[in-house]
């Protein structure tokens, strides 16, 4: 278990690097200040369920950008990386980061969960990675396209240093194991996947669903093994099968 002024420097570090660059201003310095304090300082001064609330309800505005001070970097122009989607632009979404690191720093504070059945996780894996690009295929979300885009290196490391890193954090170590110790193993985990599908809904229904099938499969990993590297290494699969396999972000109508 890492000392907490090491962790602190996961967040800190970022912050500071937004800040020097232009993309916080001082008011997303302040709101970003009062977030890690939140997170990494007041659990043993608060009720649990107050710290732990106004945690959730603090990181999904920020991983949602709906506070004030942060603005994204972008990475040129936008690529088409597929010949049926829109173009993408790669952006680094610094409120976004600062979620991902700061609960990372706070859960490397945490003891291991209990591993539970880890002679699943391979069948998990295994069903995880066919199933959520067979469902998108079906639905006809996407169409295959198999390509190795020029900016595939910038969009991996964007993809799991920011969006998969504070997904996984968010959704299996910060909700899933509070739903999971009220309601029981299978509708803990269903539910969190529910919603991880549900913040999906700006993208469409239909990729909400596949995103909740893929959600189960995440957090089906870290129950298993106990462990977040399972949730986050298959994540970042079945992203990465999605942007070299199938239409990226989404096939046009």
Known sequence: MAPLHLRLLLPVLA??????FGFISPLGLA??????????????????????SIGLIGSIALAAHQLPGFSATA???????SADAMPVTLRLSWDKLLVGLTLLAWWLGRAPEPARQPRLL??????TLLLVPLLALALGLVSWQVKWPEQLWLWLGLNLG???LA?????RAW?????????????????????????????????????????????LAFHLSGRLWPALLLHGAVNLLHVLLLSYPLRVA
């Open 15 to 20: 912050l500071g690097l937004g800040v020097a």
């Open 31 to 52: 709101l970003a200040g009062v977030y890690i304090a939140w997170i990494l300082l007041a659990e043993e001064a608060l009720p649990h369920w107050l710290w732990w």
């Open 75 to 81: 990475f040129g122009p936008a690529q088409q990386f």
């Open 122 to 127: 391979l069948a998990v894996i295994a069903l």
């Open 162 to 164: 920011v969006a998969v």
């Open 167 to 171: 997904e996984e954090l968010l959704f």
């Open 175 to 219: 909700l899933q194991p509070v739903l999971v110790r009220r309601l029981g193993a299978w509708p803990g985990v269903l539910l969190t996947a529910a919603l991880f599908g549900a913040a999906h809904l700006p993208f469409s229904p239909l990729f909400a669903l596949v995103a909740a099938l893929a959600g189960l499969g995440y957090g």
